[in-house]
């Protein structure tokens, strides 16, 4: 799993990856309300605002860690955004992309580099 400064976290599998908010990110949001996922098909570049999510604090756009296109939008989530607070890095995904350049994930941090930037804050 890869951590971006911004609180998305992104898991790849073979050319396919997972992107969700971080526990903290979660966290820091309080009770979520609303999820819009991105629609498959959507190309999105690294960095790229791609869903957004509201909660009763505030609503944040997501970004995407890596750039590529859309394949999946946890639709779940729109019945069921609590799941972003129960699960964040688990069941609370937001999106699925087939990743057009894996390289990128090189400029992410992984969990101990992302914890010290928690610790940071």
Known sequence: MHFTKDHEWVRL????????????AAD??????FVETPEAGKTVAAKDSFAVVES???????????SGEVIEGNVAL???PETVNADP???????????SDA???????????????????
């Open 78 to 80: 729109a019945t069921s």
């Open 56 to 66: 009763v604090k505030a609503a944040s756009d997501v970004y995407a860690p890596v």
């Open 28 to 33: 820091q949001l309080g009770d979520v309300v």
């Open 89 to 99: 890095e688990g069941e609370g995904w937001f999106a699925k992309l087939k990743v």
């Open 13 to 24: 599998d073979g050319d396919v990856a997972t992107v969700g908010i971080t526990k903290h």
């Open 103 to 121: 390289s990128q994930l090189d400029t992410l941090m992984d969990r101990a580099a992302y914890d010290a930037f928690l610790a940071t804050l």
